[in-house]
T-cell receptor
Framework: AQTVTQSQPEMSVQEAETVTLSCTYD???????LFWYKQPPSRQMILVIR??????QNATENRFSVNFQKAAKSFSLKISDSQLGDAAMYFC??????????????FGAGTRLTVKP | DVKVTQSSRYLVKRTGEKVFLECVQD?????MFWYRQDPGLGLRLIYF???????EKGDIPEGYSVSREKKERFSLILESASTNQTSMYLC?????????????FGEGSWLTVV
């Protein structure tokens, strides 16, 4: 089974600076999808960014970008110009592209990001 | 926007009680999921459903059951609540097609079993 590892339980960043959250995963599949989700203190989980494994180009969404290293099975999230509203729990997730397996999404344990004013 | 609504945000139940957690989505999604979230463990899949009356066990189905009588509604049932089921429960939904579809989450239900 696929596993997702987030090795940083907590991170902090100064407002306006850049922070990188780490994620590694283990899979034998060649085609899959990777996600970063944000869970603010209000608790509703929302999608931050999504990466398709067959695409070499790293996904970008405004201040959020990823560094996808397929061979290393690494998928880090970079937040530029951090804002107070970025403070949340961030989850890395993996979803298979294999039809029989694609109804499940595997999550890491999460990284709690604190943004200091 | 997709809306996934969990009927109860905070519940306190006694050991041995039967507990129902209800979830409704408004986007005609085929897939629905129940996850449990615990500190340091992330989200763990309890059950998912890919169609009405269809269900599949996830990683931690013991002590839980589910019901999906209508496409938009997916219920999680704790037949006899125990203190180790105190947790945050998250409902989610997604489209059926290829695995890259985003999963959309509800706000979560905090369950305390005393």
């Amino acid at each position: 089974a696929q596993t997702v590892t987030q090795s940083q339980p907590e991170m902090s960043v100064q407002e306006a600076e850049t922070v990188t959250l780490s994620c590694t995963y283990d899979t034998s599949e060649s085609d899959y999808y990777l996600f970063w989700y944000k869970q603010p203190p209000s608790r509703q989980m929302i999608l931050v960014i999504r990466q398709e494994a067959y695409k070499q180009q790293n996904a970008t969404e405004n201040r959020f970008s990823v560094n996808f290293q397929k061979a290393a099975k690494s998928f880090s999230l970079k937040i530029s110009d951090s804002q107070l509203g970025d403070a949340a729990m961030y989850f890395c997730a993996y979803r298979s592209a294999v039809w029989e397996n694609n109804n499940d999404m595997r999550f890491g344990a999460g990284t709690r990001l604190t943004v200091k004013p | 926007d997709v809306k996934v609504t969990q009927s109860s945000r905070y519940l306190v139940k006694r050991t041995g009680e039967k507990v129902f957690l209800e979830c409704v989505q408004d986007m005609d999604h085929e897939n629905m999921f129940w996850y449990r979230q615990d500190p340091g463990l992330g989200l763990r899949l309890i059950y998912f459903s890919y169609d009405v009356k269809m269900k599949e066990k996830g990683d931690i189905p013991e002590g839980y059951s589910v019901s999906r009588e209508k496409k938009e509604r997916f219920s999680l049932i704790l037949e006899s609540a125990s203190t180790n089921q105190t947790s945050m429960y998250l409902c989610a939904s997604s489209l059926w097609t290829a695995g890259g579809n985003t999963i959309y989450f509800g706000e979560g239900s905090w369950l305390t079993v005393v």
